[in-house]
């Protein structure tokens, strides 16, 4: 009967040893798991503020570039003002008062090409109120700057084809062209000043535009693509 009971205690002592171990394999598990767990809570909250950082930073960075663009615009339709201002004071040159004459005579013309000539934003402005109907014009190697394809841009319409190389013009002239002439197909502004806001004002509004001469001019990378 001893022996029995002491088999017996042996037998409860070693189950009692048993349930511990279970009792603390289970506890090891869940300590494991509140680490697992509070590991991926600390690394969440880490990507949270790194996304906050960077999504502020972002916002900095859009603020800093519409502010720039702001002041770009302004300083755009300012010079502009003195552009027009200069040009309506600016007396007609020989070559302007032939044009000026030409297109006096010619109100239906649809094609105007004038090269290598001392034609200026007078002449410009004048071919523009007196031939709407142009879809081609090459002015060329001539003194026009923004102010004369602004005007060319708003009284031609159905404008495919313009060359303006070798002038004055910059992207405030390239973006009235594009946003103005949809339909043009070739433009040729070698030797101006436009950069890349001028080639993607044009690459986005003028869908059809095939032929597009930007060498010798500020235009980079963004704008080649």
């Given at each position: 009967a001893e022996r029995a009971a002491e088999a017996a205690a042996a037998v409860e002592r070693a189950a009692e040893a048993q349930r511990r171990a279970r009792v603390d394999e289970v506890e090891a598990l869940k300590a494991q798991l509140q680490a697992a767990e509070d590991k991926a809570g600390a690394a969440a909250a880490q990507a949270e503020e790194q996304r906050s950082k960077a999504e502020a930073e972002r916002r900095r960075r859009q603020d800093t570039d519409d502010r720039a663009k702001t002041a770009r615009d302004k300083a755009n339709a300012n010079s502009a003002a003195a552009a027009r201002a200069k040009a309506a004071a600016a007396e007609p040159t020989h070559d302007d008062q032939k044009l000026m004459e030409?297109?006096?005579?010619?109100?239906?013309?649809?094609?105007?090409?004038?090269?290598?000539k001392q034609i200026t934003d007078v002449g410009a402005q004048a071919l523009a109120?007196?031939?709407?109907?142009?879809?081609?014009?090459?002015?060329?190697?001539?003194?026009?700057?923004?102010?004369?394809?602004?005007a060319l841009a708003n009284s031609c319409p159905n404008l495919t084809t313009i060359g303006l190389y070798n002038?004055?013009?910059?992207?405030?002239?390239?973006?009235?062209?594009?946003?103005?002439?949809?339909?043009?197909?070739?433009?040729?502004?070698d030797n101006t000043r436009v950069t890349d806001v001028g080639a993607q004002a044009l690459d986005s509004s003028c869908p059809t535009l095939t032929q597009i001469g930007l060498n010798n001019t500020q235009v980079g990378d963004v704008g080649a693509q």
């Open positions: 030409w297109a006096r005579k010619n109100p239906n013309a649809t094609s105007a090409t004038f090269f290598n109120n007196s031939c709407p109907n142009l879809t081609t014009i090459g002015l060329n190697s001539t003194q026009v700057t923004d102010v004369g394809a602004q002038t004055q013009v910059t992207d405030v002239g390239a973006q009235a062209l594009a946003n103005s002439c949809p339909n043009l197909t070739s433009i040729w502004l």
